[in-house]
């Protein structure tokens, strides 16, 4: 079993920032894409940042120029550096990633998702 646990979340106002982590435990082999997503209110989870083991990023262009995803693959930890934040990035952010177990299984695990909310 694998837990990933985020932090980093709060209360900010337009313009700042907040730098979100997630960090996995448990079986783990090796990581492979290790991703954020959001979800606001009444809408659909979409697809914020991902990186993969060999570190190629891919951002929605909605974020793009002011998100910056990481990863620390010794500590299986994956950040989310937010800055310029905007009213519309409210939401709740949740990390996934794709997991190989010792067992050489790939499983999909997510977060349990931490609150960002940009406002003044």
């Known amino acids: 079993q694998v837990q990933l646990v985020e932090s980093g979340g709060g209360l900010v106002q337009p313009g700042g920032s907040l730098r979100l982590s997630c960090a996995a435990s448990g079986s783990i082999r090796s990581i492979n894409t290790m991703g954020w997503y959001r979800q606001a209110p009444g809408k659909q989870r979409e697809l914020v940042a991902a990186v993969t083991r060999g570190e190629r990023t891919n951002y929605a262009d909605s974020v793009k120029g002011r998100f910056t995803i990481s990863r620390d693959n010794a500590k299986n930890t994956v950040y989310l550096q937010m800055n310029s934040l905007k009213p519309e990035d409210t939401a709740v952010y949740y990390c996934?990633?794709?997991?190989?177990?010792?067992?050489?299984?790939?499983?999909?695990?997510w977060g349990q998702g931490t609150q960002v909310t940009v406002s003044s």
């Open positions: 996934n990633a794709d997991v190989v177990e010792p067992t050489y299984y790939v499983y999909n695990y």
